[in-house]
């Protein structure tokens, strides 16, 4: 029956993905895999970097404790999630510092896409099934959250978001089904004349797939997009791909290979504007 049919290809699509693994690990690509190191990363879950073009701040995601609020998430025993921020002094990252009130909440609060010029930067809010949200630096200290409008924010669950080069696009991760194409998709949402989101828009087949994308990130260079997806050539979860715009279209996606990419979920890429460093979170 159809429950079989179901098993049938997901038991093709692993073994697609141990062949694709074993592929890419005899070729593997050259990169060199630092942890940035104890200024950022903890014993507790941090995730989700996200950089300004040209390196000076990171904001980043992370479930350690002195949350705002105190709370602990009770289905994973974890608390509940924060952003924090870090500039860069030389070559090295200063201590990561919460960012407090008005940018987190008592709620999950999670950083999402920075702006090129690091004066914008996007939020997922636990709130409503997840929806995304906007600041603003004025001076030195954010501007409280506001929440995107319907075009983006719908009553299901929309995770993720970035900002194109110039900030007249926003790219963002939902799972509604109105439009999509199955599971989590990437759409695209342009500024009107009048400062406003538009209408979202489906990036399409040649990105999205019947499984999971997430971790969409636009390059600098305004052309080549970043995202992580269950579907196309994966190596096992999540893996990071790559895709160019060109010829009015999307090309086929690559997979970024190992050692970027593991069995495990491999997901939140940015690179910066230079391309010499590239942040990303794994799950190994």
């Not at 510092?97 to 909440?105: A, D, L, V």
């Not at 939020?123 to 630096?137: Q, R, S, V, W």
């Not at 400062?195 to 828009?201: D, E, M, N, T």
Request: proline share 5%.
């Amino acid at each position: 029956g159809e429950e079989f049919n179901g098993l049938k290809e997901e038991v093709i699509k692993h073994i697609e993905e141990c062949n694709t693994g074993k592929e890419m690990v005899k070729h593997p690509i050259r990169v060199f895999i630092d942890n940035v190191g104890p200024e950022i990363n903890t014993q507790y879950s941090d995730y989700g970097p996200v950089i300004s073009a040209d390196e000076s701040i990171m904001l980043f995601t992370s479930r350690r404790p002195g949350t705002t609020g105190g709370l602990m998430d009770p289905q994973i025993n974890e608390y509940f999630e924060d952003i924090y921020v870090s500039t860069r002094k030389g070559s090295k990252w200063t201590t990561a510092m919460n960012m407090g009130s008005p940018i987190n909440t008592e709620d999950h609060d999670a950083n999402s896409g920075l702006s090129a010029d690091g004066q914008k930067f996007l939020i997922y809010i636990g709130k409503n099934n997840g929806d995304l949200y906007e600041a603003e630096l004025k001076g030195e200290s954010w501007s409280k959250p506001e929440r995107m409008n319907k075009n983006i924010n719908t009553d299901f669950h929309e995770s993720s978001a970035c900002y194109s080069p110039d900030g007249k696009a926003v790219y963002f991760v939902s799972d509604k089904p109105e439009g999509g194409l199955g599971s989590r998709d990437i759409y695209v949402s342009m500024k009107d004349e009048k400062g406003r989101w538009g209408k979202a828009v489906n990036l399409g087949n040649a990105i999205n797939t019947p499984y999971g994308e997430e971790g969409v990130f636009m390059h600098p260079d305004g052309k080549t997009i970043y995202f992580s997806s269950q579907g196309h050539k994966s190596m096992g979860g999540y893996d990071i791909f790559k895709s160019v715009y060109g010829n009015g279209r999307w090309g086929e996606p690559e997979n970024l290979g190992y050692p970027v990419n593991t069995p495990d979920d491999d997901v939140f890429f940015v690179i910066s504007a230079s391309g010499k460093h590239g942040y990303y979170a794994s799950f190994n």
